[in-house]
């Protein structure tokens, strides 16, 4: 028999991910501020303009979907249910590239950019 207080902690941890995590990425200096993040199935990217003047966009190219063109200080989330690797890059600038790692962690961990 589990004492209350044990019980009470093992349904804390095993709650943990069921809140879905929202991760942001920074957009300046023409490059994404996390370049890689690993986040879990159900969470959230929310991708942030912090450029003074330039618009970006985020371009999944092997799904061809792409967000509008980000002005400063406009933002687009994306919600990312199914585990996988989805690379992706601004689509007026390739050469700023960027991937989100969908995994399943353990249930202690956070959601947390790589880098
Ligand atoms: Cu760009």
């Not at 003047?53 to 933002?75: D, I, K, M, N, Q």
């Amino acid at each position: 028999m589990l004492k209350p207080f044990y019980l009470a902690l093992a349904l804390a941890t095993a709650s943990l991910r069921v809140l879905a995590a929202e991760v942001e990425i920074g957009i300046a200096d023409y490059r994404f501020d996390h370049p890689i993040v690993k986040i879990a199935p159900g969470d959230t990217v929310r991708w942030v303009n912090k450029e003074k003047r330039t618009s970006h966009s985020v371009f999944f190219f092997a799904e061809s979907l792409e967000s509008e063109r980000l002005f400063p200080g406009e933002t687009w989330s994306r919600r990312f249910d199914v585990p996988g690797i989805y690379p992706y890059r601004c689509g007026p600038h390739p050469e700023m590239q960027g991937e989100v790692m969908v995994a399943p962690v353990e249930s202690s961990e956070q959601a947390q950019p790589a880098q």
